[in-house]
Structure formats: C-alpha cells, structure tokens
C-alpha cells in the first residue's frame, strides 16, 4: 500500500536530497523526538547552527519528516511500503534517505505509534441525565394554549470532572433531535462507517 502524499509534503521531502546522510540521520532523529514531546523551537534553531543549514529549512524538513512518520504509522504501513512509496512518488531511488527512513520507521514504530495515541483528543462524553417537563396550562397572555418546555440536565464528564450542562427545549425540537440522533446511530452501523472506523 503507497502512501499518498500531497504535491506540499513532497517539495518539502525532496528537500532531504540536499543534505548529507548524516545530517539526514540527525534530522529524523530530531523529527521522532518532536513527536515524542513536541516541536521545540530552540531546538530547530539549534540544529540548524549545528549543522551549518538554513533554520526555514531545517524546520520544513523536519515537520515533513514527522508527518511521512505519523502518515506511515497511522496508516499501519510495513518497511517495504514506506521504501516503495518513497521510491516511486519522490524518486529518490537507493539513496541513503531512504535507507535511514526505513530503518527508522522499523526501530521507532512501537514508539511513534505510543506517542500518536497519546496525543489523541479526549472529548467529553456522557455520564447521565435528567430531565423535567414544566407544562403551562393557562395564563392571561395563552388562553386555553398549553406551553410545554422539557428541561434536560446533562451530565459531561471531561477528564476527571463531571460537568452538568442544562439544556431547555419544546417537544417538536426535541423529536427533531431524537430522529436525527436516531439516524446517526444508523449510519453508524452501515458498511461504509464501520470500514472508516477500523481505518481510524
């Protein structure tokens, strides 16, 4: 399986063909502690004095590299389709960059895949409900109209708080709601969705 790149991420991955293998090497290394912990901005600035490159380039190489990373990694890609993919859609043939990209997805694979998953987004998500009708039989203003309102108290948890979050609605928005809610648990179970899921 290729991985697909843009024309952006490529113009900024034929950039490793200027440099020396060695510097190649340190770039990746530097990508795969980016990922582990974050860009550093000191840090490009650092290795690009060290290694005698422009900072502008050094940055771009780098967060192309991190992406190639994540991409092959999300993508669940062996050494094999990382090397063809390199090769074919950046022509960069048997040259060391290759080399020291397949070596490293192979070494760091375990690592960049921990370090992706604990980036993931923590949204917050159901804890409970409740909920109150509050039904107006008659007032000077309505005459023979009932009002009715549905109060509902939902409870998010977000990390370790519970937070309660109260809602107020009419009856006819509130079916509108249940059938849409209702047609995304739907789609939810279709082929389609479930092929998407187990990509992700």
Known sequence: MLLILSEEHKSQLMNLSRFEPSIVEQ????????IGKGIVAKAIQTA???LAVEPRLVEESITALMNLLAESVRQRANSSDLEDSLMSQLGFGDSPVVAS??????EQCDFLRASLLGLDVRLPWYRDLQWRLDLELDSRHLRNQPVSLIYIKLYIRQGDKVVP???????VNLLRL?????????QLKSNSTRRLLKAI
């Not at 990209?101 to 192979?106: D, Q």
């Not at 979050?165 to 009856?171: E, F």
């Not at 249940?178 to 739907?186: K, S």
């Open 27 to 34: 770039l990746v290394q530097i990508a795969v502690d980016f």
């Open 48 to 50: 690009a004095s060290r």
């Open 101 to 106: 990209l397949v070596r490293v997805h192979e």
């Open 165 to 171: 979050v109260v809602l107020q609605t009419d009856p």
């Open 178 to 186: 249940t059938r849409i809610l209702e047609d995304a648990l739907g």
